[in-house]
């Protein structure tokens, strides 16, 4: 089965950075493209950024866009979001997942992580 153990999650103030990391099993991580997603209290999960499978390409929602990097180590499974310029709408839970090969928005497979929590204080 896939396993996706999210970190890095913590408080920071707003205008901070927060790194995070994602190390995912049970797949053929190279083979995936990989993303990250948040929940926000009352909100649906959302996407947030995603990352071609050889790392070549990376798409962002637009809230983001400027301000959050992802990134992959594919010999490692792991994948990174940085995230600088923080603001308090960026609080949520954080969970990453394969994407979709035909979708880069939405998620590849339907089992989630615990995800890690972010949250920005004013």
């Not at 990376?58 to 866009?65: D, H």
Request: proline residues 3%.
């Amino acid at each position: 089965q896939v396993q996706l153990v999210e970190s890095g999650g913590g408080l920071a103030q707003a205008g901070g950075s927060l790194r995070l990391s994602c190390v995912a099993s049970g797949l053929t991580f190279s083979a995936k493209n990989m993303g990250w997603f948040r929940q926000a209290p009352g909100k649906e999960r959302e996407f947030v950024t995603s990352i071609h499978l050889t790392g070549s390409d990376s798409y962002y929602a637009e809230s983001v866009k400027g301000r959050f990097t992802i990134s992959r180590d594919n010999a490692k499974n792991t994948v990174y979001l940085q995230m600088d310029s923080l603001k308090p709408e960026d609080t949520a839970v954080y969970y990453c997942n394969t994407v979709s090969d035909t979708d880069y928005r939405r998620p590849g497979q339907p089992y989630w992580g615990q995800g890690t929590q972010v949250t920005v204080s004013s």
